[in-house]
Nanobody, 124 residues
Framework: QVQLAESGGGLVQAGGSLRLSCAAS????????MGWFRQAPGKEREFVAA????????IYADSVKGRFTISRDNAKNTVYLQMNNVRPEDTAVYYC?????????????????WGQGTQVTISS
C-alpha cells in the first residue's frame, strides 16, 4: 500500500504562483508513476499532470500547459506541482495520485492510490 499526503494549498491572487507537494510512504516511491488531478465544486475530477517513475516523461492537460510543471524527487519520496500564472478557474481541490502500472495515465481509473486533497483558491 501507498499513502499519499498533499500539502501547499491555499489562497493566491490571480497571476501568482503556488507549489503543491505530495509525500509518499509505505512502498518504494521511485517505481510509481504519479499524477495530479483536481476537482472544482459541481464538476468531475479532471486530469492536470503526470510524471513517470524516472521523471523523464510528463503529460499535461491543455488547460495548464505552459503554466504548471510537475516534477519529482525520488530521494525525498515527493512529487511537486509548480503552479505559475494561476487563474480563478484553477480553483479546486487538488489530488495526488500514484500508479504501479508501467505507463502514466490521464484518466482517473489509471491510478491505484490517492491522497486526501488540498484546497487551492485563486482570487481575481
Amino acid at each position: 500500500q501507498v499513502q499519499l499526503a498533499e500539502s501547499g494549498g491555499g489562497l493566491v491572487q490571480a497571476g501568482g504562483s503556488l507549489r503543491l507537494s505530495c509525500a509518499a510512504s509505505g512502498r518504494t516511491f521511485r517505481w510509481l508513476g504519479m499524477g495530479w488531478f483536481r476537482q472544482a465544486p459541481g464538476k468531475e475530477r479532471e486530469f492536470v499532470a503526470a510524471i513517470n517513475w524516472s521523471g523523464e516523461s510528463t503529460i499535461y492537460a491543455d488547460s495548464v500547459k505552459g503554466r504548471f510543471t510537475i516534477s519529482r524527487d525520488n530521494a525525498k519520496n515527493t512529487v511537486y506541482l509548480q503552479m505559475n500564472n494561476v487563474r480563478p478557474e484553477d480553483t479546486a481541490v487538488y489530488y495526488c495520485a500514484g500508479t504501479d502500472r508501467f505507463s502514466i495515465s490521464t484518466v482517473y481509473s489509471g491510478y491505484d492510490y490517492w491522497g486526501q486533497g488540498t484546497q487551492v483558491t485563486i482570487s481575481s
